[in-house]
Each structure stands twice: as structure tokens, then as C-alpha cells.
């Protein structure tokens, strides 16, 4: 699936460049914001899962 979204992204880039609607500056200014967002997001998501404490079902029962 990621690179379907990857060629897709690519070409809309391309095809904006290519009908005088953006520069080429513009296109890649953000696709380096959105990675960086992208990042900060997914490191951010990562250390809060780990602080998170386990979910343990009431079911189980521990010995």
C-alpha cells in the first residue's frame, strides 16, 4: 500500500509543477514539513504508548 500512496503523492507533486500552479521550492518545502510533522508525531505517539501501563484483562488471574 505504501507505494501506491508514495506514486500517487509523487504524481499530484509533479503534475502541480507541471501545470505552473506551484514551484518546485513550494512542493518540496512541504514535503519536508509534512515528514517532519510526520515524525514528530509517530516519535511522540511511540514514548507515550511505553509510558502507558498495560491493559491486563479482569478475567485473567495472576499466581
Known amino acids: 500500500m505504501q507505494p501506491v500512496a508514495f506514486a500517487l503523492v509523487f504524481l499530484l507533486a509533479a503534475s502541480r509543477v ?3 500552479v506551484h514551484y518546485l521550492s ?19 505517539y511511540q514514548r507515550w504508548e511505553k509510558r502507558r501501563p ?10
Not at 26 to 42: E, K, Q, R, W
Not at 55 to 61: K, Q
Request: aromatic share 12%.
Open 26 to 44: 513550494d512542493i518540496l518545502t512541504g514535503f519536508c514539513l509534512s515528514m517532519v510533522l510526520y515524525f514528530g508525531a509517530s516519535i511522540t
Open 54 to 63: 498495560a491493559i491486563v484483562s479482569p478475567l485473567e488471574t495472576t499466581r
Open 18 to 20: 507541471y501545470l505552473g
